[in-house]
């Protein structure tokens, strides 16, 4: 069936169009068929309950073979096909009332809902945050999205680009009523974790305790397994806690939502790196079962600019952000100079004049319309007294006695190119043989892109990132079969994950003997360089 249809819907027109054409000739099989047909439109109009899929498939399995007509085999085969093909689709219309295809038009989700790619049941918990029932908007937010006050602080809200309201007006605040809602909730102890299921007596090991890792404990601890999570790093969140500057996401604000997954049982083992501190024959000694690989990615993407590798002053800005975090509040210079118009450019501009630097300024290649940062951030970057250099294409670093002292730049025009729906710079023609320099007295913090690969001492997993621009992916393949197979797509830079741009969630699924356990991990709009 086609895979723009939905599959409930594509089953209710196949079914109609064998009865309507005569060909179930068999009266038993004709009857069975049309009961089937009835249990579907239930699932299709939101009125089906927890029996209606057992009783579909046990209904399918009473069609009769009636020679010479083979209606009631092939009827069989095709009810029974789409829901092993599509189970979770047919799970969905049933549990959470939605269908994400929108052909069963009584559960099409609402604009807002569809603009989440978590599928975050957005008008439920807006209307329950309206009547004051914050705790159950929380409950609403956690079944897709474990840490609502975190994204409600620092996602870009696409569900407001899609808010109905703002054809009118403005649209609704989504993702500030999203943060009210666990603040107040987390205030008023009303912020609890939903009833675990009874415990399968097996382990599971998630490596890497940022938003992904985390997402994957919370949901398998609620599954019943014990979890234990370990981390290279003194502090759990990952790139949430290292990447994202303080100002715009307080500690305070992960570590209480990473308390409610030690209050479901999930260990936590800090400043313990996979592959050296501990290895996969250790856990397996110890019972794990399966293992989760969150591990992200933490390492920049060179630019390949002359002088680049030249000067101690050139720093990547996620090691800034990331020292930062960690608690080193060292000036990086009197001026500094970002290359790039992401929001971890944007963020680094920022904290640097935290740090102490008298004068900040962004080189973008591109115009201020082009920039991916998210709009607000950069009119702040502005009113806290950040320079902003448009159209400026970095070409190399310059300095004496291995100290920096400038940045050559080509002032650049945009121009269309053929294939590419985006205006590209390039030098304009009078400038390229006279760059500017833009001097700088101290470092210069750089946005990169992060395409790195990385092989894990054991030599028995290998994880590797591969995806160019801002979201870097991390799979894992073994042959091991004791090891889940995931890949898990991580924001690193130059938009670490969870950075303004996070267009909120995207879910993903780990499958784990017969269970399917939901994992949320945020990702990042494409951001273009």
């Known amino acids: 069936m086609p895979d723009s249809i939905c599959p409930v819907t ?36 939101g009125r089906a309950g ?29 009810v029974l096909a789409a829901l092993a093909e599509h189970g979770e689709v047919f799970r969905s219309h049933v549990e959470t009332h939605n269908c994400a295809s929108r052909d ?39 079944r897709d999205n474990p840490f609502p006050w975190v994204c409600g602080l620092v996602c870009t809200r696409p569900c407001e680009f899609m808010c109905v309201r703002g054809r009118i007006d403005t649209p609704v605040s989504i ?19 939903p009833p675990q299921e009874p415990d399968k007596g097996q382990k599971v ?19 019943g397994y014990a979890v234990r999570v370990i981390e290279a790093l003194p502090v759990s969140g990952g790139m949430i806690m290292v990447g994202i500057p303080r100002y715009r996401l307080p500690r305070e604000v992960i570590d209480r939502e990473v308390a409610m997954l030690q209050e479901l049982g ?26 989760f690989f969150a591990i992200g990615c933490h390492s920049a993407y060179k630019m390949g600019m002359p002088g680049e590798g030249d000067f101690p002053q050139v720093l990547d800005a996620i090691d800034i952000l990331k020292r930062v975090a960690l608690g080193d509040r060292t000036v990086p210079g009197k001026k500094a100079v970002i290359i790039g118009g992401g929001n971890v450019a944007i963020d680094a501009a920022r904290t640097c004049l935290r740090l102490g630097s008298e004068e900040v300024t962004i080189a973008y290649r591109r115009t201020r319309s082009e920039m991916p940062a998210d709009e607000e951030e950069v009119e702040q970057a502005e009113e806290e007294g950040v320079r902003l250099a448009f159209l400026t294409i970095p070409t190399g670093l310059t ?13 650049a025009e945009l121009v269309r190119k053929e294939g590419s729906s985006r205006m590209s710079p390039v030098p304009i023609a009078e400038e390229s043989s006279n760059s500017s320099s833009l001097g700088v007295n101290g470092p210069t913090i750089e946005s990169k892109i992060l395409r790195s690969r990385i092989a894990v001492p054991s030599g028995r997993v290998k994880l ?19 090891i889940i197979v995931v890949r898990l797509e991580l924001a690193i830079v130059p938009t670490p994950l969870a950075q303004k741009n996070a267009t909120a969630a995207s879910a993903t699924r780990l499958m784990i003997q017969k269970y399917r356990v939901s994992i949320f991990s945020m990702r990042p709009r494409q951001q273009h360089r």
């Not at 938003?211 to 601890?221: E, F, M, Q, V």
């Not at 300095?399 to 002032?411: A, E, I, S």
């Not at 590797?464 to 004791?482: F, H, I, L, Q």
């Open 266 to 291: 999930v260990e936590f083992r800090f400043n313990t790196r996979f592959g050296s501190d501990v290895t996969l024959a250790d856990l397996k000694a110890e019972g794990f079962a399966a293992f």
């Open 50 to 78: 927890a029996d209606h899929l057992p009783a579909i498939k046990e209904l399918a399995g009473s069609l009769r073979d009636d020679p010479p007509s083979t209606a009631g085999v092939e009827t069989r085969r095709q």
């Open 175 to 193: 993702k500030f009523l999203k943060a009210f809602a666990a603040e107040r909730a987390l205030s008023e102890r009303r912020y609890k974790n």
């Open 104 to 142: 069963c038009v009584k559960l099409a989700p609402a604009p807002c809902q569809m603009a989440c790619p978590a599928g975050i049941d957005v008008p439920t918990y807006v209307s329950l945050i309206g009547l004051g029932r914050d705790a159950e908007a929380i409950e609403v937010i956690r």
């Open 464 to 482: 590797r990132s591969d995806v160019r621009g801002c979201t870097a992916a991390a799979g894992a393949s073994s042959e091991d079969p004791g």
């Open 10 to 45: 594509a089953l209710i027109r196949q079914l109609e169009e064998t009865l309507h054409a005569g060909r179930m000739a068999n009266p038993w099989n004709r009857r069975i068929t049309e009961e089937i047909l009835d249990l579907l439109k239930d699932v299709a109009w």
């Open 205 to 223: 090991c998630v490596i890497g305790a940022g938003p992904g890792g985390l997402s994957a404990a919370y949901y398998l601890a609620l599954k």
């Open 399 to 411: 300095g004496v006695d291995g100290r920096l002292t400038g940045l050559q730049c080509l002032r």
